[in-house]
């Protein structure tokens, strides 16, 4: 189909090209090159993260997660239910049990009042997953988790630079993930990052994304041969996506700027229709800055949901829904999921509808998708 106004747009913020010429320049393209080290510099001075390291994907970062904490067949992952596939499948990979937690009504977070009566002697990990950028209740959750000796891992996909009572996502966990897929503020087309906030980590996640092998440590001249010495894989991305990277990243001011304005018009332009039509709008708690990355609406039902869907794509505007509950989908069946577990997960699922949020979507356009929302009468 032929979008007037697509979902998302990528947007190239001027040194993309220049940095990719200068990676192929300097004759390493491969991983862990000039620009990557780069990215890693600019992510651990501004978030303050130990480490931060690239990765080919968010869904990488949170398998090297799942294997930095050991977690093996037995043990018990809580994740809220609803989120993106990865979140669960990367610890169900080394043989975890996902156990689906229900979300908070107002953010769409993970419930934090649900975490004491999900935990086990076999939990291992709880997984929070700030949705849309709007942290979770860190506080509660860290404390839950310190009581009970369970490790914290953030999947921040969405949250790159937002914040949580003034201190960045991504900073609260032991382990923490981000993605830079297209659909993200800062893109490289596909990758991620994994930050690390406790040290004791830093060294073997760098064995884990070189294959398993001892390579990082063979480059610092700290070994005079490189060996196979633990489990990994290939987590590391290719130097030219890095470079694109790298100029997404540094203008992050600019690109930021323009997704804040982009939501406040939404805000602004649907506060009206949304209040005469029992249609929510995100909320943020007043103590989380959030880094503008998607806008939604919480629509009363299913059907009128489908139908402003459908409303739109008359009018060539693409919006979608989001996340299915984890508990119902096959996979989570498998593991005991049902109806009825996790109640505000399965409301909401059918009522999300995201609307088009790119960083270039222009005043005119904006004003084209606030106007045909605003003719439907759910
Ligand atoms: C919460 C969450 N976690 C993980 C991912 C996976 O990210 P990636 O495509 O970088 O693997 C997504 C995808 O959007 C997501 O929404």
Redesign the pocket.
Known sequence: MNWNIPFNRPMLTGNEFRYILQALEAGHISGDGRFTKKCHELLEKELGVAKALLTT????A?EIAALLLDIVPGDEVIVPSF??V??ANAFVLRGAKPVFCDIRADTLNLDESKLQGLITPRTKAIVA?H?AGVGCEMDSITGTARRHGIAVVE?N??GLFGTYRGRYLGTFGCLA?Q???E??NFTCG???ALLINDGQYIERAEIIREKGTNRNRFFRGQVDKYTWVDLGSSYLPSDVLAAFLFAQLENRSQIQALRENVWQRYCEGLKAWASGNSVTLPYVPYHCEQPWHMFYLLMPTLAAREALIRHLKECKILSVFHYLPLHLSDMGRRWGGKEGDCLVAEAVSDRVLRLPFYNELSAEDQERVISVVSEFQP
């Open positions: 994907s968010c869904t990488h949170l989120t993106f990865s979140t997953v949705y999947d996909a969405h993930t993605s830079f897929h659909t993200k596909e990758g991620g």
